[in-house]
């Protein structure tokens, strides 16, 4: 008798300490009304782009679970990686937070987030809003331990005027006939392209993050990713597109000062006419907006990068980086595992979507009916520039620092001849190893 009543014992303990997902079972506590306080920790900070959609979608939540009780945090987004790899370590992080895509794999090893794939999975209209490549930051090991609300883009931004007016019709396809635009645009004296690298990332980032995935392809970078010894930087792919990446250089088809101005300095150059084109991100899109000049900015046209000879990768993909999501602490109580789940689809649908897509500011899902207002003309461009379109991964989203310094501070090394690809490819790969 002893036995069998600690066996039910036992077996109730286990029922109530089981974890309880969307879809998964029944949250007591939320269907019988009771009161639930979920802690949530983001930078939404008043004036940014995306607080009104974020305000509204959490305006929706408190209305629909009248009975959840949100504390909520709001910091700078540059602090946010610091506090919450202090949090982690000491068991301390909110039940929702905002995390980094490259904080993945460590908040992933030491068991500090849950997988959300059961939240996902539950709901197919949710998870199949979202655009292709949005999750791959958040991605270890096959399991989703993030949702994403926004990413960012980068492309080029050529000026159509400016090309016809040098006998230059239309984009180039390839990489060889991109050399020769700039060489040709170079003999007529104009700056080819506009680049800021002072920061040293947006080489990296808005350039080589995609120009590496040209000539390695998926399968390669996920082995780099993965650390499993059957990639390095220095295979023939990955130095091929430091190879074509220094022709560009040593064309001149940067701005002699490319390592000493903003990207902020750049976009100016080209809104002034002094480049033909500017490789640059989606967050660019509000500054063309506003202050291109009216005869430019319907003349602005966008482009992926060319494809390039023999290259594995997708040849018109973009980077379509989602470098941060919502994130669920490993110890948050089962009792609010269930409402949780409803608060991230709230927190990320295509009508959440609609709303920031309404303000210029990119969704990472598919987003419902929206209206842009007419003076976004470029970034209407954008949107229908990206549709159907793939996307890859940014280096610095998801690779460890020691890497993202090497190939950063190298990049600009590169770019002015201090170093040769083979050379900086094996920098890299140091740092990489370390």
């Given amino acids: 008798m002893k036995a069998l009543k600690a066996a039910i014992i036992a077996a109730l303990v286990t029922l109530c300490l089981a974890p309880v997902f969307a879809g998964g079972g029944k949250d007591n506590t939320a269907a019988s009304g009771g009161k639930i306080t979920i802690t949530l920790l983001d930078s939404f900070v008043p004036g940014e782009s995306l607080t009104p959609a974020v ?5 929706k939540f408190q209305a629909q679970y009248p009975n959840v009780t949100i504390e909520r945090e709001v910091i700078a987004n540059a602090d946010i990686p610091t506090k919450t790899q202090t949090l982690g370590p000491a068991g301390e992080l909110p039940d929702v937070f905002t995390l980094k895509g490259q904080q ?6 030491n068991g500090w987030v849950l997988p959300l794939d059961e939240y996902l999975n539950a709901d197919s209209g949710w998870k199949n809003s979202f655009k292709d490549g949005v999750f791959s930051n958040f991605t270890i090991g096959g399991k989703i331990y993030a949702v994403p609300y926004q990413v960012t883009n980068t492309c080029v931004y050529y000026n159509e005027t400016l090309f016809k007016a040098n006998g230059i019709n239309s984009f180039p396809a390839t990489w060889a006939e991109f050399i020769e635009v700039c060489k040709t645009l170079k003999a007529k004296g104009i700056t080819p392209i506009a680049f800021g690298n002072v920061g040293k990332w947006p080489a990296e980032s808005a350039i080589m993050s995609t120009l590496g995935n040209r000539f390695t392809g998926d399968e390669w970078y996920q082995n780099i990713r993965e650390g499993n010894g059957k990639a390095k930087w220095t295979d023939p792919e990955f130095v091929n597109a430091l190879r074509a990446l220094k022709e560009l250089a040593d064309i ?8 000493s101005i903003t990207d902020a300095q750049m976009r100016q150059m080209f809104m002034n006419g002094r480049a033909a084109m500017a490789i640059d991100g989606t967050w660019a899109l509000g500054d063309l907006d506003a202050n291109a000049p009216a ?12 494809s390039v000879s023999g290259g594995k990768g997708k040849q018109n993909a973009i980077t379509g980086g ?49 209206t842009l207002p007419a003076k976004l003309v470029l970034t209407a461009k954008f949107d229908e520039f990206q549709k159907n379109r793939p996307f890859i991964p940014v280096y610095d989203h998801q690779l460890s620092s020691g890497t993202m310094e090497a ?7 590169l770019f002015i001849g201090r170093v040769t690809p083979e050379a900086l490819a094996a920098e890299i790969q140091a740092g990489y190893s370390r």
């Avoid at 409402?339 to 990320?348: A, C, N, P, V, Y």
């Avoid at 295509?350 to 990119?362: D, H, I, K, P, V």
């Fill in 55 to 59: 305000e509204s979608a959490l305006k």
């Fill in 104 to 109: 993945t794999k460590t908040f992933v090893e």
């Fill in 295 to 306: 005869d430019l900015l319907p003349n602005i046209k966008l482009a992926a990068l060319p």
């Fill in 252 to 259: 001149g088809a940067f701005n002699s000062d490319i390592n």
């Fill in 407 to 413: 190939m950063q501070s190298g990049l600009q090394n």
């Fill in 322 to 370: 989602a470098g941060w999501g919502y994130a669920v602490s490993a110890k948050v109580s089962p009792a609010k595992r269930e409402i949780i789940g409803k608060f991230l689809e709230i927190m990320t649908n295509s009508a959440f979507g609609a709303e920031q897509a309404a303000t210029g500011s990119l969704t990472a899902v598919n987003p419902g009916n929206f």
